[in-house]
């Protein structure tokens, strides 16, 4: 199995407040992605890093900003957590970003905003 | 991105083979196919990928349509363990694709 984790596992916080999630890897890949999983949506991207202090913006990043001042860690942080952030978060990691690349996920996130 | 179809779910009885079937038909030359699969409360986990041949490894083996508008992935011989939401996903081989695009899948129930 790759080397990944998340922490926390699961988290439960209020409306308003900020939270950062973290995603470590030992396997000194380069790519490393945050998804949300929401029922009826599947995973979906957040944002995602080609290198250290290198990310850009997925699909559905309003509300989410990331850091990636090392390179096994990615921190995903809701400045100012709602309701509608309550999901599953995944962490994701490669080694390559093309069509033969395969992505390496976490065991998950549950986070939910009261 | 091109976009896949799958049913929605399957089942199959234990220590039979299983055949998942994926219809892409607006595939590019150069989409590679990839399945991952979910099992219950962990992270999607890779299973297989394929461009034109078919494919085995020690999970699964992947057939692939010859004019690669359809696949099927095929469990040899299904164990409990392999109940989980099966997602087939077009990957282009040029840079710039950087997200898995992941549909709603097929659940597959495994019958004891």
């Known amino acids: 199995d790759a080397g990944i984790t998340q922490s926390p596992r699961h988290k439960v916080t209020e409306t308003g407040t900020p939270v950062t999630l973290r995603c470590h890897q030992t396997?000194?890949?380069?790519?490393m992605y945050w998804y949300r999983q929401d029922p009826g949506h599947g995973l979906r991207l957040i944002h995602y890093s080609y290198g250290v202090k290198d990310t850009d913006k997925g699909e559905v990043s309003d509300g989410y900003s990331v850091s990636r001042s090392k390179t096994e860690d990615f921190l995903l942080t809701l400045e100012s957590a709602t309701s509608s952030q309550t999901s599953v978060y995944f962490c994701?990691?490669?080694?390559?970003?093309?069509?033969?690349?395969?992505?390496?996920f976490g065991p998950g996130t549950r986070l939910t905003v009261l | 991105d091109a976009k896949t179809t799958q049913p929605n779910s399957m089942e199959s009885n234990e220590e039979e083979p299983v055949h998942l079937p994926c219809n892409h038909s607006t595939i590019s030359g150069t989409d590679y196919i990839h399945w991952y699969r979910q099992l219950p409360s962990q992270g999607p986990e890779y299973v297989i990928h394929?461009?034109?041949s078919n494919v085995n490894n020690r999970m699964a083996s992947l057939a692939i349509a010859e004019d690669r508008k359809s696949s099927t992935l095929i469990l040899h011989r299904a164990t409990l363990r392999d109940a989980a939401v099966y997602y087939c996903?077009?990957?282009?081989?040029?840079?710039?694709?950087?997200?898995?695009?992941f549909g709603t899948g097929t659940r597959l129930t495994i019958i004891p």
């Open positions: 996903i077009l990957r282009d081989t040029n840079f710039g694709n950087e997200k898995l695009t």
């Open positions: 994701a990691i490669a080694s390559g970003r093309g069509g033969t690349d395969t992505q390496y």
């Open positions: 394929g461009l034109t």
């Open positions: 396997e000194n890949h380069r790519y």
